[in-house]
């Protein structure tokens, strides 16, 4: 989702449009009541939307550390609503100017505080740390908060400090620190989570947030010069601060229910993980002595990009596999004198004329002179296909590519690609959920880790990127041992950002798309107990 629905731009768009005209009623036509009964409505109704909105964000998410960082916003609001409540009850029920401090002062100070505790949660829970860029944005952006605070409200405050009105003294003090630090808190979260799926939403949040921290300087920094409806009159000054107010609920409020969108919409990152491996993909044929195909399986179409059987059955082998007749000759005679071939790499030629790698074990047949009477064929290759045909349709030709792997010893290789499709493909759906999440610094601290784990471990592999290579000379359960042990780092990474129960559902949607046949293997795999374990 790049854009935000078109309903939420349209409130967006309707409320500021009567703020406007609110102020030019405040402020041209000079009807300053109905102007104050406005504002005074539609603040604590905006707040508690906007409290409404971080809850139902809180409902849907399932991770801890999220759902603490939603709550503790959702309650940040709340009590600010409450504030703005009892504010509007005094201005607009009671006409009575409201005491300095008060109960609205005590719901605004318990908000700052579930505001602290929310953000500073999810900036601990980050793995990423801010490049020196981004540290430079951060520190230009800390400063400008703080210099505009000591310089403008603060310098002020604390010149004229009265001993007699301590706690009046503490509130002017502690509200523009407590907006500096949330806008501090909010710089970082914005840049470290900017990237990511979920960037819009955190925008208009933040965006929300600074609207805020910016209309309280301003009131802190006009009620202490009495510039803020002075002598009850509205002025531009006193306009800018309610609107900004108002608007800093409103875009916070509509910034959750963006999240709330994304995170009900189920969307794939593109990462691709690129690790060498073994297809699974299998198709057997047979031929007699002059090499001409007898038979084969239903899947073998796929292989050659045909449209069916028809041009397989009863042609030569080489005008199927479009290879020079003296190649099958070569071939062919070599499995006559060797009665076997194992894992012969071989390029064939598919129907459009494209290149093909494949490889091929066969086992030769022999007549009752001991002469060659045709072969026994299964052509593997690295292509992508759907579970139903990545074997032979038939259920008597998956039993004899079966027997044949067995005879080969390539039975064993063949059942731990298994293991190498699961785990990869595990490891591609956690980095698409970390990436998701945050972007490619997420998506690069994922990758960190493994590394880290790969050097620690003294593995055979070098990871750069989103590829994986490990060393040539490894077999297939060794290989499979270490992308489980990457597997492990990568769910662990995971977990402590998205939750436990996140990648729980996105894995076992994986699980459904690979089939029971990989799971099988796994759970076999598994049971072994060969597995290496990260070091310490």
Known sequence: ??????????????????????????????????????????????????????????????????????????????????????????????????????????????????????????????????????????????????????????????????????????????????????????????????????SLSWRWIFAGMFLMTASDLIYSYATWHELYFPEGQVNFISAFIDVTYIAAYLVAGLGAFIYKDIATTRKTASVNLMVKSVSRYYAMLFTNRNHQIISASTNLPVLLNAQGMDGITGHSLSQVLRLKPEVIEDLCARLARESMLKNEPLTIYTQWNEPRDVWLTAVAAYDLHNQFNGANIALRANIIVPEEQRLPGQKELQFDLRHLLTQAGLLAQDENQSMRTYFVNGIQVLANLITQFGGEPFQKSLFNDMREVVEENDLPVQIDGLSVTVQEDLDNRQLAEILHLLLEVAERFVSDIVGEEIVREEMAVMERELGPGVLKDVKAYRLSGEFISPAP
């Open 1 to 198: 989702m790049n854009k935000p629905r078109p309903w939420i731009l349209w409130t967006l768009i309707i409320v500021f449009v009567f703020l406007l005209l609110t102020v030019g009623i405040g402020l041209f036509a000079e009807e300053h009541e109905l102007y104050a009964l406005i504002t005074g409505l539609l603040t604590p109704l905006i707040a508690f939307f906007a409290a409404f909105a971080m809850f139902l964000v809180w409902r849907i998410e399932k991770d801890a550390v999220s759902k603490g960082m939603w709550a503790g916003l959702g309650l940040g609001f709340l009590a600010w609503a409450l504030a703005d409540t009892v504010w509007s009850v005094y201005d607009l029920i009671l006409r009575q100017d409201i005491p300095y401090p008060s109960l609205a002062d005590l719901f605004w100070a318990v908000g700052y505080f579930f505001f602290f505790i929310a953000l500073a949660a999810r900036l601990q829970s980050l793995p990423v740390k801010p490049n020196k860029t981004q540290t430079l944005v951060i520190v230009g952006m800390s400063v400008f908060w703080v210099m505009m605070t000591i310089i403008f409200v603060l310098q002020p405050i604390v010149a004229d400090f009265d001993p007699q009105r301590l706690w009046e003294g503490v509130l002017n003090i502690f509200f523009p620190v407590a907006d500096a630090a949330v806008a501090v808190m909010c710089t970082v979260l914005l840049i470290l989570l900017g990237l990511g799926r979920f």
